[in-house]
């Protein structure tokens, strides 16, 4: 059974860098046709789509967000992570890792983790 669990430091100030780690078991993070994604849903909103990495590594980002944000992958641990730059209270989030497919459809996601910008 595959499972995904999102890390992350809870509370991040605004103006800095935040990083989220989703941690993978019970499956390869380089299996083929699959795209390791980010989305988060803020209070009151929808879920938005951050961005994915690829099976070949290569990742596509939300043009809303692209210029602030990276996703990279470590498939020796089996994690991918996302980085989100010059965070503001805009960014206040639950995030949530997930696994996809090229038509789009998510059938594996983390629990999701909390992230709250505020000085």
């Known amino acids: 059974q595959l499972q995904l669990q999102e890390s992350g430091p809870g509370l991040v100030i605004p103006s800095q860098t935040v990083t989220v780690t989703c941690s993978v078991s019970?499956?390869?993070?380089?299996?083929?046709?699959?795209?390791w994604s980010w989305i988060r849903q803020s209070p009151g909103k929808g879920l938005e789509w951050i961005g994915y990495?690829?099976?070949?590594?290569?990742?596509d980002y939300s043009p809303s967000l692209r210029s602030r944000t990276s996703i990279s992958r470590d498939t020796s641990v089996n994690q991918f992570s996302l980085q989100l730059r010059s965070v503001t209270p805009e960014d206040t989030a639950v995030y949530y890792c997930?696994?996809?497919?090229?038509?789009?459809?998510?059938?594996?996601w983390g629990q999701g983790t909390q992230v709250t910008v505020s000085s």
């Open positions: 019970g499956g390869s993070i380089r299996t083929n046709g699959r795209y």
């Open positions: 990495i690829g099976p070949s590594g290569s990742p």
């Open positions: 997930a696994r996809g497919s090229a038509s789009w459809y998510y059938d594996y």
